[in-house]
């Protein structure tokens, strides 16, 4: 079987949202797949290419006033020239997001990730994990421990830099990018299969 390729595809304010693609990267990585971290900000020709070459694309943006950032959105709309020939049409999406709240709404950031990767005919891979930290015998090192299903979410204070993103929230980052790599292989597998 080939080696998956997953592309990060995100856009990182202050830095926070970059320690996350990061981790996603890692966890990727680890699991065996071939990966691009793309910053949507200043994407080229040759990037938007490797996003079509991809057997996956992860999206993350920091939350910013309840949905991902400006810029983000802006990828989101360009990526429309896509959507016309259906060129993304069933490779899987998964999403991550950070925001300095614990809620700070960002499972609607999560969600318009996933709207999106409907309108692209994707197939959206979830968290896969039970939620962390909701009892007394659990810890906030627990992965998950927002309680986040839809992808891996973060949360870091408002007044500290990417250094201190939450350790427990760069492992679930890094669990979503190997169990995308672990779906794109099992999809590989199936269409070969098939």
Known sequence: MSTPVVSIAYHSGYGHTAVLAEAVRAGAAEAGAEVHLIKVDGITDAEWERLDASDAIVFGSPTYMGTASGAFHVFAEASSKRWFGQDWQDKLAAGFTNSGSKSGDKLHT???????AAQHGMNWINLGLHPGWNSSSASEQDLNRLGVF????????????????????IATAEHLGRRVTEAARAFSRGRAAA
């Open 110 to 116: 999560l969600q318009f990730f996933q709207i999106l």
């Open 150 to 169: 839809a992808g891996a979410a973060a949360q870091t204070n408002v007044d500290e830099g990417p250094e201190t993103v939450h350790k427990a929230d």
